[in-house]
């Protein structure tokens, strides 16, 4: 057995407990955070209905079904035998719930003209989001809109990536950006189109953001002419 184990928020989770030369004891499962006894054999002794267990007869898995999983529900979970003194084995599960990013948030910083690219991210979820939908100032994006320029990269996988290109920034691009997967929460983005010609633009992802203006300086030197008359 594994001694770490990830599920995710909703889907059912399997906590597999192999035992080798049982003979005639009995395999349970526990929960540490509240020595919660969950089940013993192929009997489930909990009234949450979430947990189950489970067991095909003549095999050596003793199976703990948690269905519909929670945060909650992190913790350590431990699979013992009824030997004297008992022997067990725990597992500590971990239950996330799939979040998502968009880089360079809470605030981006483009210069007019130039390419905004914007970069959404999705982890920890089920499976692919079906569908990753963009808007801009709370409309969808139309991507066959007559302003053009505007493109769309998904890359499905266990981190789905979809990147939102819009070409030869104007003014009128600022706004909130929001990244909706079908599957997870939404991420949004403020983008700032800036007007100077050489901007000193950063954006940090921790929750903060700065602009720098550049100024020219001009140094004058004078030069002082001493003229002698003689």
Same mark, same amino acid.
């Given at each position: ?8 928020? +909703?889907? =059912?989770?399997? #906590?597999? !407990?192999? /035992? $080798? ?91 007019? +003209?130039? =390419?905004?690219? #914007?970069? !959404?991210? /999705? $982890? ?100 002082? /002419? ?5």
């Amino acid at each position: 057995m594994q001694s770490n184990f990830t599920g995710l928020v +909703g889907k =059912t989770l399997h #906590l597999v !407990c192999k /035992v $080798k030369n049982l003979g005639n004891r009995t395999v349970s499962w526990i929960r540490h955070r509240d020595i919660h006894l969950l089940t013993v054999g192929r009997y489930t002794y909990t009234s949450d209905q979430r947990f189950e267990a489970q067991h095909l007869v003549h095999t050596e898995e003793w199976t703990l079904r948690i269905r519909y999983p929670q945060r909650k529900d992190s913790g350590i979970y431990e699979c013992q035998i009824s030997t004297t003194p008992p022997i067990g084995h725990p597992i500590y599960l971990t239950v996330v719930e799939p979040i998502t990013i968009i880089r360079g948030a809470p605030d981006l910083y483009v210069n007019k +003209g130039s =390419t905004i690219n #914007l970069t !959404c991210i /999705v $982890k920890y979820a089920p499976e692919p989001p079906p569908m990753m939908n963009w808007s801009h100032n709370t409309q969808v994006i139309n991507f066959d809109s007559p302003r053009g320029g505007i493109s769309l990269v998904t890359e499905k996988g266990p981190e789905t990536t979809s990147r939102l290109m819009i070409q030869k920034a104007v003014p009128s691009d600022s706004g909130i950006y929001t990244c909706q997967p079908s599957n997870a929460n939404p991420s949004s983005i403020k983008v700032h189109v800036v007007n100077e010609e050489h901007p000193a633009a950063m954006h940090h992802g921790e929750g903060s953001s700065s602009y720098v203006r550049t100024r020219p300086m001009c140094f004058i030197i004078l030069t002082i /002419v001493n003229v002698i008359f003689i």
